[in-house]
DNA sequence: TTTCTGCTGTGCGCTGCTGCACAGGGGTCA
DNA sequence: TGACCCCTGTGCAGCAGCGCACAGCAGAAA
C-alpha cells in the first residue's frame, strides 16, 4: 500500500460521491482524481466505486477505505496542530546535559523550573561523554570552559565559577597552610586525572607544582572534593561548594585567573522554540543570585 | 495537513535514522526523501529532525509523527489485505433486488445461500422502482421480462414462471367456468394496472378481453392474486402461487406463450467476484428443481 | 420534447518532481 | 594518522504526472 496521497484522493472521492467535488477540495484537476482512483483500483486489483454518469458510488471496499481514511485524516491533523503548537508552548521534554559538578547549582533552577511550567518533564543528562546537540540528544547544555563547538550550535556566556584552594582541617593540622604558592614545597596536591583539562585552576595547578607532589587524582568534581575534606591534600574547591563545607580550610583565596567560564549551548534549531527560550531566561535569572561566581 | 506521501517519507526516516535507508525502503532517490522532509518542516514550521552526517535524529515532533505514522501504516496494510482478499472470500453483505412477486421462490435459496455461507449477511430489496446496479444499489438482480439493460450489466436466463388463468371457487359458482378464451363473453377479469407491462401474460389478457371486461386492477403480483382468490375475476396466478392455493379453480392451463422469462442481472466489476459468483450457483441450482417453471 | 447543466473521460502540451552524478564531511578501522 | 566508506546535500537534465480543453452523456428543468 504505497502511494498514500492515492489514498488520500480516493477518501474524498468516497466522501463526496464526486471527482469533481474532491478534484475542488483537494486542490487538483478532476483528471488528475480520475487517475489517482484508476492507479489505486489497479494497484489492489478491486473496484473501489461504481462509476456512473452522476459521479462515483464507493463499494463495499471503497466504504471500508473511507472508514479507515476518515480516522487517518483526523490524526494527521491532529498531529500537525500538535506540531505546529508545540513550538509555542512550554511543554513536554527539557533535556538539560551538564557536568555532573555543577549539579547541586543546576539542580534548583531545574526543579523550580518545572514548578513554573507543569507541563514540562525535566530530564537532567549527566556523563563522562560529551552529548551531543546536532544528534538530538540534549535541548540544552551547560559547558565549562571555553571548547570549540559544532557550528550550528548557539553559544552564550552563563557565569563564571570561582575556585580556592582548600584543604581539610585535619591536613593543615599535621602539614601546616602555605602562605602562597612560593611556600608549596613538601606539600601534597589533589588535582584532575584528565591531563587535558579546560578548568583553568587545574591547568594552573599542573603547572605550579612539581608532578610527584600531586598524591591523589581523580576524574569527578565531587570525587575531588571528597578527597579533599577527607584530608588527601590541597586542592581546588568551587567556592560555591566549599561554603557548604565548614570543615574545609581555605588555603589560597580565588583569584581571577582560575576562573572558569560556564557557558549555555542550545542547538540553533531548538534555540528559537519556547521552551527553550523560557529555561534559557530562567536559567539566567537564577544566576544572577549565585554566590560565588563572577 | 495535505500531502500524505511526505508523511510516509518522514515516518521511514523517522523510523530506519537515515535518509538513505528511507530511500531505499521507498524506491526513490535519497534526494527525493531530502525533498520531502524539507518541504514538510517547512509547511509545519517545525522541525521533525536534526540532521547530522550519520543521519536524520527524530526530534520531538519527529518521534510524534512516526507514531502517528506507524498506526497509519498498519491501518493501510490491513485495508489493503482485506480489500485484496475480499474478492476472493464470500463474506460481507450481498445484496439481492427483485420484483415483490417472486419472493417467496426466491427467499428459500437465500436462507439457504446465507446458512451455506455464514459470514454472508443477506439484504433483500424489493421496490416499485427498478434499483440500479451501475449505482452500486445491489449485487444480484432478478428481473422478468426482457427489458434493456445498461451496457455494463451482464444478464443470464434463469427460468421461464408459467402462469394459469385461474378463478376462485364462488366465482365459478357465480359464473361458470369458460372452456376457452372464445367463451369468455359475460366474464370479468383481473388484470395488472401496469399498462406497459411486459409481462406476456398480462399483455395477452389486455389484448385478448374486452377492456370493460376488465374489473379489477392492481400493482402488485399479491394484489392481483388476493383479488382472483376472493373472487374479484379471473385472473393469471403464476403456476407455483396456485400450486399452494387449493381454493383456485383452474380456468386455462398455462400456456408456453404465456411464459415470462427471469433473468439474472450484475454488474460487470461485481460479477466476477466470489460472492456473486457463489451465488449465482447456487441460485441456478436452486431453480432446477423449481417446480411449474420451464 | 427541448434545452441546459454538471458530471465523467481522454488526448495534448507543459511544469515540477524525480533521478543522476558529484562534492563535502564525519566516523571508523587498520 | 591516513585511507576508506557511508552519509548528506546540491546543480542539472529527463520524464512522469499534472492542468487544460473538449467531447460525450445523463439527469433536471422548462
Known sequence: ???????????????????????EVLGVHHATVIRHIDALEKRLG????????????????????????????EQFAHLASRIKGQGETVSGELVVTSISGISDLLTPVMVSFQQA???VRVRFLTDMRVFRLDYGEAHVAIRAGTGAEEPDNVVQPLARIKAGLYASQSYVDRFGKPASEADFAGHRFVCSDNETTRAP?????????QPDQI???ATEAVALEDAVRRGAG???VSSFRAADEPGLVEVLAPRAEWEAPLRIVTHVDL??????QAFLTHLKDAAKSWKFCG
Request: no cysteine; proline share 1%; aromatic share 12%.
Open 1 to 23: 500500500m504505497d502511494n498514500w496521497d492515492e489514498i488520500r484522493t480516493a477518501f474524498q472521492v468516497a466522501r463526496l460521491g464526486t471527482v469533481s467535488g474532491a478534484a
Open 46 to 73: 478491486s473496484k473501489l466505486f461504481q462509476r456512473h454518469a452522476r459521479g462515483y458510488t464507493a463499494t463495499e471496499a471503497g466504504r471500508d477505505l473511507l472508514a479507515v481514511a476518515q480516522t487517518t485524516e
Open 117 to 119: 511550567w507543569p507541563d
Open 201 to 209: 585552576f587545574h591547568r594552573w595547578l599542573r603547572a605550579t607544582v
Open 215 to 217: 598524591a591523589y587524582l
Open 234 to 236: 590541597i586542592g581546588f
Open 271 to 276: 534555540h528559537r522554540t519556547r521552551k527553550v
